[in-house]
């Protein structure tokens, strides 16, 4: 009895195994549909931008996350975002719905830069 249900509690492992290397597989089919709008993200280490350039795909939201012990903003040079004031581990998200490059910086040390570039 105890022999015969090990034996059957193990049957439908392949066919988990199958699903879970299936469901991530469509899923980044699915980010990568300009449509579906990803996700990507700027941490704020050391007074710098990582990564300094980022390349995303139009409808990509960016939330940069300071992780320095130190207030940041990033602010568009052209105007298109502006974060308020981020203390330690805050974040702030900006969606890019039009192809460009957007240059930023630091308003606080404004020799702080960086760019998005959306395609
Ligand atoms: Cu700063």
Redesign the pocket.
Known sequence: MTRKALWMAGLPAPVLIAMLLLLPGSRSLAANDESSGGTAVVK?DN?VFVPQTLTVPVGTTVTWTNS?D????TVSTDGAFKSKVMDTDEKFSFKFTKAGTYSYY????PK?TGKIVVQ
């Open positions: 704020i007074f320095d130190i207030p940041h903003t630091c308003s606080v040390h702080m």
